[in-house]
């Protein structure tokens, strides 16, 4: 999803939630449940440790009542550095609705778990509160999709000699006397991010094609 205000790393987790819930179900469903969302069908949103519940306006006068869950994640999948260690897996989320519609998840659920999706777009930390994780604390280098941990400080510069013994080898080599001054050699710069704004429009942009794909 495209977000606008969102951070880069709150529309990437955004659009990798969307897409695991697009595996889910159908294209035809996926589009209605994502309509419902869009036309602000979906009201009092709660995210809690583990859960989160939402109404859903469907056909009929009272809203459904939608509850999504989803366990916490091994610790060996966790990257304290990458939130997006903590997207859910498909085996990792479960849906109730109070619905008729036996299929899951129904409409009103892909509904729900959209607006959650959005919500997290916007504020990144509340996934970490729905899969059970407490916060860490910042980590010193850049968030996916930042620049702001690249290095502000000129790189340590040292110079290299040859001594009088290498020089001699090096002669005896070349078979002629040489001369030459040894550049100066530096660190190399730390590379930028990987991950940067074109990957989630790239994303958005598949999620978007497979919504629209007829059933």
């Not at 955004?14 to 994502?34: E, H, K, Q, Y």
């Not at 009092?44 to 994640?73: F, H, M, W």
């Not at 996916?144 to 510069?157: C, D, L, N, Y």
Request: with cysteine.
């Amino acid at each position: 999803m495209s977000a606008p205000g969102a951070s880069r790393e709150g529309r990437l987790v955004s659009t990798m939630i969307d897409v695991m819930l697009a595996g889910l179900c159908d294209p035809a469903r996926f589009r209605r449940g994502r309509e419902y969302a869009r036309q602000g069908a979906v009201d009092d949103l709660k995210i809690a440790s583990g859960v989160a519940t939402a109404n859903v306006q469907g056909s009929r006068a009272q809203p459904y009542s939608v509850t999504i869950r989803t366990v916490p994640p091994s610790a060996a999948s966790i990257d304290p550095e990458k939130l997006t260690s903590l997207v859910p897996t498909r085996n990792e989320v479960n849906f109730d609705c109070d619905c008729p519609d036996w299929d899951s998840p129904c409409k009103h659920a892909i509904a729900a778990m959209v607006s959650l999706s959005e919500r997290i777009a916007y504020e990144p930390a509340l996934l970490s509160k729905w899969r059970a994780i407490e916060p860490a604390q910042p980590a010193p280098r850049a968030t996916v999709g930042s620049r702001a941990g690249a290095a502000t400080s000129k790189p340590e510069i040292s110079a290299v000699h040859l001594d009088a013994h290498a020089h001699g080898a090096l002669n005896a080599f070349l078979g002629s006397p040489v001369s030459f001054k040894m550049p100066v050699l530096g660190s190399v710069p730390a590379a930028p991010e990987m991950w940067d704004e074109p990957w989630s429009f790239i994303l958005n942009d598949a999620l978007t094609a497979l919504a629209r794909k007829a059933p």
